[in-house]
């Protein structure tokens, strides 16, 4: 169901910072300041766990729904450009 981004242009994420990460290397991406309550293209999830974040490409409403329940996690709302050309 939930598709991973787990590297750009053949270069891997780093288990951790994420979307400091994914914010300075990728041009135009940008941070949402809280979570959108309707789908839109483009739309990352990174969530912040103990050892590791893990990047989720939101590919519809329903997967931005699941996401956007509290489980207690961080996650921080990402627009990256091209998303979809990066998930596995």
């Known amino acids: 169901m939930y598709?991973?981004?787990t590297e750009i242009d053949?270069?891997?994420?780093?288990?951790?910072f994420k979307t400091d990460y994914?914010?300075?290397?990728?041009l135009g991406a940008y941070s949402l300041?809280?979570?959108p309550v309707i789908w839109r293209e483009?739309?990352?999830c990174v969530i912040v766990n103990m050892a590791f974040e893990e990047a989720r490409y939101?590919?519809?409403q329903l997967e931005?729904?699941?996401l956007s329940y509290d489980n207690g996690?961080?996650?921080n709302w990402l627009i990256l450009p091209d998303a979809k050309k990066y998930i596995d």
């Not at 053949?10 to 951790?16: A, H, S, V």
């Not at 994914?22 to 990728?26: A, G, I, N, P």
Request: charged residues 35%.
């Open 33 to 35: 300041r809280k979570p």
């Open 3 to 5: 598709k991973r981004i």
């Open 10 to 16: 053949g270069n891997p994420l780093p288990n951790k």
């Open 22 to 26: 994914l914010l300075k290397r990728m």
């Open 42 to 44: 483009n739309l990352v």
């Open 64 to 66: 931005l729904d699941l």
């Open 73 to 75: 996690k961080t996650k």
């Open 58 to 60: 939101v590919s519809n």
